[in-house]
């Protein structure tokens, strides 16, 4: 049977839509996706809410190659990572950790204790989205981390999180350098601090999803400016001077570093809560979902 070719644009941006790109393990029952980034080896790392098969490996063809990560009892991960050395990060929200390992799954260390939670006031009886509104101060690490980033000039910085309002720097050997957040709307304030991803320009954009906007900082944390109404956005990738915001609301959002949205590229009856947006070399993008059929797959530029 002849494929049937989709083809998406937005301003000057152009995709072919590939729902079918990822092939999955056999048998693979829980295929949401938490994660995704590119390797330098070219190879696609996309964290799942699998118990077998936490960490999925693919290659440029949509190929699982390889998966691990099992050992490590997930509850959930969240907010898989590359560092600048080729190795992962990945957290465990519900957990309250964060695991480092090389790209063969070997465990390199963890940042906070599995099932210890920092005292921002969090209270999880209550129902979510309500949960959020019980944060009544920003926390030291951890509380539900939502992912960590190394950024170009060697820090880390983790969003933290589902339980905390906070955004922690820390040294490239893991010292905490600073804490800032709190609960509120405010400049310097989250909701729910859910992804991070750092621009040419070293600054770095901060999905504020339950606020539904974007907050920018520089490298130090000092507030720089806001998008507002980004519609519910969840995850960034940065390249070729232009940001790419999964917002959640069936949309692909692209901004240029001065914060202005170029072109949206959108497909609400695939991109309805999308999670997670990952990107390689080509321009090509990968989306991942929580929720649905085709929780992994690609927009390819033409």
Same mark, same amino acid.
């Given at each position: ?53 936490? /960490?999925?490996?693919? &290659? !440029?063809? *949509?190929?699982?190659?390889? #998966?691990? %990560?099992?050992?490590?009892? +997930? @509850? ?21 950790? /964060?695991?480092?390992? &090389? !790209?063969? *799954?070997?465990?390199?260390? #963890?940042? %906070?204790?599995?099932?210890? +939670? @920092? ?184």
């Amino acid at each position: 049977m002849e494929r049937c070719q989709i083809l998406l644009r937005g301003g000057s941006f152009s995709y072919e839509l590939r729902l079918d790109w990822a092939k999955w393990p056999e048998k693979m029952g829980n295929r949401a996706v938490s994660g995704i980034a590119l390797h330098p080896d070219g190879m696609l790392y996309v964290s799942t809410r699998s118990e077998r098969y936490p /960490i999925c490996v693919f &290659d !440029k063809d *949509g190929n699982c190659v390889r #998966t691990f %990560g099992a050992e490590l009892d +997930f @509850s959930r991960t969240h907010g898989l990572t590359v560092d600048l050395d080729g190795n992962i990060w990945v957290c465990d929200d519900q957990n309250s950790v /964060i695991y480092h390992l &090389d !790209k063969e *799954g070997k465990l390199l260390g #963890t940042m %906070g204790e599995k099932g210890v +939670f @920092s005292d921002s006031g969090y209270d999880p009886t209550v129902r979510w989205p309500h949960d959020l509104y019980t944060n009544v101060r920003a926390a030291e690490p951890f509380n539900r981390p939502t992912r960590m980033l190394q950024a170009p000039w060697g820090d880390l910085y983790c969003t933290d999180g589902y339980g905390n309002t906070a955004v922690h720097r820390f040294t490239a050997e893991g010292k905490l350098l600073r804490t800032w957040g709190g609960p509120g709307r405010e400049p310097g304030r989250f909701r729910l601090p859910h992804s991070i991803a750092a621009d040419e320009r070293g600054r770095l954009w901060i999905c504020d999803r339950e606020n539904f906007m974007v907050q920018i900082y520089d490298k130090e944390g000092n507030f720089v400016r806001r998008i507002e109404r980004a519609g519910y956005p969840s995850d960034l990738w940065e390249f070729d001077h232009h940001m790419y915001l999964c917002n959640g609301d069936g949309a692909v959002d692209i901004y240029d570093l001065e914060c202005q949205k170029t072109a949206s590229v959108a497909f609400p009856e695939c991109f309805d809560d999308i999670h997670s947006i990952g990107g390689d070399e080509e321009g090509n993008l990968y989306l991942g979902k929580i929720n649905g059929e085709n929780s992994l797959f690609q927009l390819k530029k033409v």
